[in-house]
Nanobody
Framework: QVQVVESGGGLVQAGGSLRLSCAAS????????MGWYRQAPGNQRELVAR???????DYADSVKGRFTISRENAKNTVYLQMNNLKPEESAVYYC??????????????WGQGTQVTVSS
């Protein structure tokens, strides 16, 4: 019963910025962590950034210093601020949420993805 919905993707020029949003909803007892992953055609899906309930973050080396992940726990919403975007970062960006649906049960949930295209 957990749904994950992304928004904010689009077309941006190289060097530009974009902010992605992701909201988790449904039967959520406790949200453990949320993160962003991306996958370009022919490539493996990779972690971009992740944040846990305590505010701890994890970033891919390639985006450190340019991307910032943040979270509004009360709204089960996570954001990804992407600055100085590069053409090679064009990909479908997916939001993932790890959540307890009850005191004893948890699972991982994926959104449908949002397309980010960075032009030269």
């Amino acid at each position: 019963q957990v749904q994950v919905v992304e928004s904010g993707g689009g077309l941006v020029q190289a060097g530009g910025s974009l902010r992605l949003s992701c909201a988790a909803s449904g039967t959520i007892f406790r949200l453990i962590s949320m993160g962003w992953y991306r996958q370009a055609p022919g490539n493996q899906r990779e972690l971009v950034a992740r944040i846990n309930s305590g505010g701890g973050t994890d970033y891919a080396d390639s985006v450190k210093g340019r991307f910032t992940i943040s979270r509004e726990n009360a709204k089960n919403t996570v954001y990804l601020q992407m600055n100085n975007l590069k053409p090679e970062e064009s990909a479908v960006y997916y939001c993932n949420a790890y959540a307890y649906t009850t005191i004893a049960e948890w699972d991982s949930y994926w959104g449908q993805g949002t397309q980010v295209t960075v032009s030269s």
